[in-house]
């Protein structure tokens, strides 16, 4: 419906961005807000206006039974975007990466923009530039995922004692709070083991389930957060390290280590100990100067805030204030 009305505009189109359906997350609940055909058109700068007016008289008012404009709570989006492709990425990035993807680029950006644009539909890249910019962001360079996996094992290593502690003095909730905690940091850290970008929290789980190999793992977590006391979350969460550990050996970034479990000093709580995994990852790092950043990590790593993580302003001015990288 949309093509005949770009025709002769060089253009590309795709369904990339925010929607549940362009990480095909979607379900029949999904169709009750901004939901139904869309299409992003990219042009050139310059025939963003002319072609959105071109767009917007032709287009029918429902396809397939669907409207094709949105309204959700008084505020009105059509489902076909035109716009120019270096200003929509930065929008959504906070940076253009057909100019080139520095550090701090790679590091500021959240993982669920990244799944964004790097997944989802093309249908013409008459441009041939948007597949570009996709291939450039695919997956993180070596060093930096290097860096990005040594702070995730860094964020277990910290607290992996503390759902036995927690328990050991009667404090079953406050166990089974940060059992969970951990539960996700190792559902991010095997989405990233497995080169793909974490979603948010809603989608954490299912991504997960979708990951070839990812059964025992899942069966793992789930007896965690479904243990009655710090013992059989204990046991639980240790079956999850030690998954962990042999896929991060797999991935041969670093020195392989022992994958099983060990005692924390002479206390009763078995623990991976992440903090050698993290040591290892920052110690097969060339780059120096990811070698010499902190081991606190990228955005995700560093802020769960939702107002933070949408901003692109915001998000790269906190990381390069963490890690001390130039803006």
Known sequence: MVEPLVSGVEHSAALIGPGSEVLAFDTGRSADHDWGPRVLVFVAPGAVARVQERVTAGLPDRFRGLATVFDYHGVVRPGVVVAEL??????????????????????????????????????????????????????????????????????????????????????????????????????????????????????????????????ELGECLGAAVAARSWVERQDGLAAAYGRLASWQNRVALAEPLDERVRPFHDRPFRVIDGGRFARALMGAVSDPVIRGLPVVGCVDQLSDSVDLLLEPGRARAVTAAALGLGA
Do not use: N
Not at 114 to 122: D, P, Q, R, W
């Open 86 to 215: 270096g200003q929509w990425l930065s929008g959504r990035l906070g940076f253009d990466p057909r100019l080139g993807v520095s550090l701090l680029d790679w590091l500021s950006v959240p993982w669920q923009s990244l799944a964004e644009v790097t997944l989802g539909a093309v249908f013409h890249d008459g441009l041939g530039e948007l597949e570009t910019a996709r291939a450039a962001l695919r997956w993180y360079p070596g060093d930096v995922w290097r860096y990005v996996l040594a702070c995730q094992w860094q964020r277990i290593g910290q607290e992996e004692p503390f759902p036995g502690r927690s328990g050991e003095v009667g404090d079953e909730l406050g166990s089974a709070v940060v059992g969970a905690r951990l539960g996700r940091e190792v559902m991010r850290l095997a989405l990233l083991l497995r080169r793909r970008y974490p979603p948010y929290a809603k989608w954490l789980g299912s991504a997960l389930a979708r990951m070839p190999g990812s059964t």
